[in-house]
């Protein structure tokens, strides 16, 4: 069964894996996929670049007639493939955007409607769309093998930070997505991830990097303070792409609801540094304490247990083999 893959933000992190996890050896899956290079580049796609079953245009999601002319180059091949699937992983992401209350909603909200929309017309099969654990706001733990999709929510309000503009966005999308397959128009999930990180990652500000490339650059490191307590978890590229193909291969589980995907493999952000720091052979580490970031949860502790259930997903990579492939490569860039 061939499939025809229509991928927004595919340079970003998770865009960047579904290539390389889509189009395998011998695949006769072909993917239309776009992207602005808003925090990413072509460089993370360019082992596919050559490839024929990757079609790449640099294309701005909130861009009328870019998306007009992306439809109909979906159109013109939808009939040559079995199946066609949209993946939404187009996003305004980064910590630092989060507050920024009109470009996450245009491009996270308004941009995540008009990609459903086209998915719908042109009979795409399947929707799927990356919402994020931050949704889960301030109630983002507990002490029973983590929050579950049906949780209620508690979530910080523009009177505490204007930071969850966010994840409120985010979490309008679940609704549309509900909606959608409600309604009978597609088959759809929402994926809400908890911290992904890439060895390849291009964003210096993510915690990761960020730590192993202050210690490369200045020998040690500045946690804002809420680090002296914070906790994580950290779900592996390679992972949030998995859980995307398998959701996507499960049409039973395509019923318009929301799926947790994180791995349980929890730590504090200062071991977090040790590690880093001992992996990279430093014995006594310099870590310091600046700044306060505000509505932002202690830990973050997800229960998967629902898309263990309905898929054979498990994540792959632990975080310290990740943490190697992540040291390996930032210390080759210097
Ligand atoms: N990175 C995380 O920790 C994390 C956590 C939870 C959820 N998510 C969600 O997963 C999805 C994928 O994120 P990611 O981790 O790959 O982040 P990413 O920033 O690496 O990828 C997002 C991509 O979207 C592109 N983009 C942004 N605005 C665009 C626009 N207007 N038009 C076209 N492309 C645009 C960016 O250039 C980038 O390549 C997003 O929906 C994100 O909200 C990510």
Redesign the pocket.
């Given at each position: 069964m061939s499939k025809l893959y229509a991928i927004?933000?595919?340079?970003?992190?998770?865009?960047?894996e579904l290539v390389r996890q889509i189009l395998v050896e011998g695949s006769t899956d072909h993917i239309l996929g776009?992207?602005?290079?808003?925090?990413?580049s072509i460089e993370?796609v360019s082992d596919h670049i050559d490839d024929e079953r990757f079609e790449f245009f640099e294309?701005?999601?909130?861009?009328a007639a870019q998306m007009e002319d992306f439809e109909s180059r979906v159109r013109a091949q939808a009939g040559d493939y079995d199946e066609v699937i949209y993946i939404?992983?187009?996003?305004?992401?980064?910590t630092e955007h989060f507050y920024h209350v009109y470009e996450t909603f245009?491009?996270?909200v308004e941009?995540?409607n008009n990609f459903l929309q086209q998915a719908i017309r042109v009979g795409a099969g399947k929707y799927i769309?990356?919402?994020?654990?931050?949704v889960y706001s301030m109630n983002s733990w507990n002490e029973n093998g983590g929050v579950k999709e049906s949780d209620y929510l508690t979530m910080a309000v523009a009177e505490h930070s204007q930071r969850t503009s966010?994840a409120t966005g985010?979490l309008l999308t679940e609704f549309f997505m509900k909606d959608a397959v409600d309604e009978g128009r597609i088959k759809g999930c929402s994926?809400?991830?908890?911290?992904?990180?890439?060895k390849d990652?291009?964003?210096p500000k993510?915690i990761i990097p960020f730590i192993i490339n202050s210690f490369r650059d200045h020998g040690k490191v500045v946690l804002l303070e809420n680090s002296r307590r914070n906790r994580r978890t950290f779900?592996n590229?390679y992972d949030?792409c998995s859980a995307v193909l398998a959701l996507a291969a499960t049409d039973s589980a395509l019923d318009g609801t929301v799926y947790n995907v994180a791995t349980d493999e929890e730590i504090s952000i200062i071991d977090l540094a040790k590690l880093c720091a001992k992996k990279m052979g430093i014995d006594d580490p310099v870590i310091e304490f600046s700044g306060y970031r505000a509505s932002d949860p202690e830990r973050r502790l997800l229960s998967t247990e629902k898309i263990r259930t309905r898929t054979a997903w498990k994540p792959a990579v632990t975080l310290e083999k990740g943490l190697d492939e992540c040291i390996s490569n930032y210390l080759k860039q210097a």
């Open positions: 927004s933000g595919v340079t970003g992190m998770t865009g960047n776009f992207d602005n290079f808003y925090a990413s993370t294309y701005d999601l909130n861009d939404n992983c187009a996003a305004v992401v980064h245009e491009t996270n941009g995540m769309n990356c919402s994020t654990s931050e966010y985010k994926i809400r991830f908890a911290n992904v990180y890439s990652e291009r964003y993510h779900l590229n949030s």
